[in-house]
Structure formats: structure tokens, C-alpha cells
């Protein structure tokens, strides 16, 4: 809880700061938050996720076989979405000009706060308290 507590305190922290840049990063943050939340919950739980990206979508991906801790596929829609646009925010780096760079960064990072707040409804649903 504490990581993902400063995950937005960071990203508020962009966000204040600099309301018209950096999407790639706030995005990014967001991302962060979520990962660190589900893991608060799985710890909540007392099951091991795992740490990395590829052992956390095995345990709790609704669709795997037998998932340690399997999460809804509308949650999990919204986890993975935050996870691909983090992805591209973070390694797919600027192949157009930067203005365009900066407006799908934005476009995308609108969406990151939608998926981020729907996948916290989930979280408080299953009990976290955030």
C-alpha cells in the first residue's frame, strides 16, 4: 500500500506541476499504482503473485488455468490495459513529431485515469482499502 500510495503521490505530484507535459510519464505512474495495489491485495490475501509482469499475469489473469488469485475479466481488462498503454508510453518513445507525441500521450493517459479508477472500484470491492 505504502508503493502504490507514493505511485500517486508522485503522479499528482507531475500533474501539478506539469499539467500540459510529461503524459508519458504520468501514464507510466499510473501503471505503477495499479500493479502495486493489486499486489496489496493479493498480500491482504496471503497469496505470492509473484514479482514480475509475466508471473503476475499467470496468477491472477482470469482466463489462465488454475490462477493463484484470479481477478474478473473486467478487472483484469482494466490491469491490462494499463499495462499496454505503459508499455508503449515507456518503450515505444517518440516516432512522430513531439507535438503529435505530446496529443496521443495525452489521449491515452485520459483513458489510463478511466481504466485506473474503474480497476480501484474492483479493488475496493474485493476489500482494499485505498
Known sequence: M???SHNEEFHNCICENFSDKFYDWKITSLFYTAIHYLKALA???GIDIGQTHHEIEMNVNPDRHKPVMRISKNAWS???KLLQYSRTSRYDGIN??????E???KSDYEYCV???ANFKKYLIGQGLEI
Open 103 to 105: 496529443l496521443i500521450m
Open 78 to 80: 482494466e490491469y491490462k
Open 114 to 116: 478511466k481504466h485506473l
Open 2 to 4: 505504502n508503493q502504490a
Open 43 to 45: 498480500t491482504k490475501k
Open 96 to 101: 512522430t513529431d513531439f507535438e503529435t507525441f
